[in-house]
């Protein structure tokens, strides 16, 4: 169901709201803003900014432990960060869902984001996370529901992949 | 540094710290804090890890955003607690009243050969929690300081962080369940959690 949300990440707060998802942690992007600002501005919502992204990968297990739904955000470099972490909620067969917002693929301008860019989606698919990329900004809401609902209702972990062609190359001046 | 080797055996600390817990929840780090705390008897109200560094104090907070009316302690070793240092910034900007955190330190990688671990030096745990802002933190050598730990851990308004030196000892393997799905499900069972 394409959407008609002046921001895709209306879509993903809209979905989040309707699944119960109360809790975003983060360690921000630029591509995350304004989700990011919906969140600090709900008040039935709770912000948990990370000082690096596994912390986020162990909240959101703490979260679905004592019954609360979580959602991780990062950009792509994060998830080289949390691939070791990831074998937590593997074995707690632990719901966990995460929003990355894609560096080093579409348009790139620094050199440093494009190794880890290209290596996010093997690296999550090789430590069993179920990868959903999209490429336009009116699919994000519904690849962010189908995600949100394979990592809870199937307990698995699952990650959206925004691309940079949705997002937005970083400009950098230029 | 230590001014004197500690004396401070950590299974009797464990288990004299989990006879007063009350009803708090308790997740033990990977390693020698799992094999602790099933040691001083096995409960639904507890976490084992065997794996994921670093995220015994994340996990904690986690449990303890969502479980506010529960106490939730994290038990961890000196090495965990330093891999994942910053966390203990997301701890202190969250707040939670309900988590203490407790840090077995016998300044050393006890669990993969006894190698020279960080806080054998000049680093100090508790400070760096103070320097976080968690509200209250204290460094325990002697078991005269047992009440004030039990307080601390389980009473004070947290978030909070007690580093206990700990003699390296050797113990009896107490191992337990490690089948991550049966742990999950009896803690959430515990809590009336459904699924």
Redesign the interface.
């Known amino acids: 169901m394409p959407s008609a949300s002046a921001h895709w990440s209306q879509d993903i707060f809209r979905e989040a709201k309707a699944r119960n998802i109360t809790?975003l942690c983060t360690v921000p992007d630029g591509g995350l803003t304004a989700l990011i600002d919906l969140v600090a501005a709900d008040r039935d919502m709770?912000l948990?900014?990370?000082?690096?992204e596994?912390?986020?990968?162990?909240?959101?297990?703490?979260?679905?432990?004592?019954?609360?739904r979580?959602l991780i955000a990062m950009q792509s470099s994060g998830v080289g960060n949390s691939i070791?972490?990831l074998?937590?909620p593997a074995?707690?067969?632990?719901p966990c869902l995460m929003l990355i917002t894609m560096r080093g693929q579409w348009g790139e301008f620094n050199p440093w984001q494009v190794p880890m860019g290209q290596a996010t989606r093997p690296a999550l698919e090789a430590v069993g996370v179920k990868c959903f990329p999209v490429e336009r900004a009116a699919e994000v809401g519904e690849t962010f529901a189908a995600a949100a609902d394979i990592a809870f209702h199937s307990r698995l972990s699952a990650a959206v992949l925004v691309s940079q062609r949705v997002i937005g190359a970083k400009g950098f001046g230029r | 540094m230590s001014a004197r080797a500690p004396t401070l055996q950590r299974r009797t600390l464990i288990a004299e710290l989990l006879a007063r817990r009350g009803t708090a929840l308790v997740v033990a780090g990977l390693g020698s804090p799992s094999w602790d705390v099933f040691a001083a008897g096995d409960h639904a109200d507890y976490l084992y890890t065997w794996g994921g560094m670093g995220l015994a104090v994340p996990v904690a907070l986690g449990l303890a955003l969502a479980q506010p009316s529960r106490r939730v302690l994290a038990i961890t070793g000196d090495g965990e607690m330093l891999m994942g240092t910053g966390s203990l910034a997301v701890v202190s900007d969250q707040a939670p009243e309900n988590l203490a955190i407790l840090v077995l330190d016998n300044e050393a990688f006890a669990e993969t050969g006894r190698q020279r671990g960080l806080t054998a030096g000049r680093v100090d745990i508790a400070a760096a929690a103070r320097g976080f802002g968690l509200r209250e933190t204290m460094t325990v050598r002697d078991r005269d300081a047992m009440g004030e730990l039990g307080r601390l851990l389980f009473e004070a308004p947290g978030p909070v962080l007690a580093v206990a030196k700990i003699a390296l000892s050797t113990d009896p393997w107490a191992l337990p369940e490690k089948d991550g799905v049966l742990i999950a499900q009896r803690l959430r069972s515990a809590l009336g959690l459904k699924g």
């Open positions: 809790t709770r948990v900014t990370l000082t690096t596994p912390e986020g990968i162990g909240i959101a297990a703490g979260c679905w432990l004592g019954g609360v979580a070791n972490a074998g937590l074995a707690l067969r632990a």
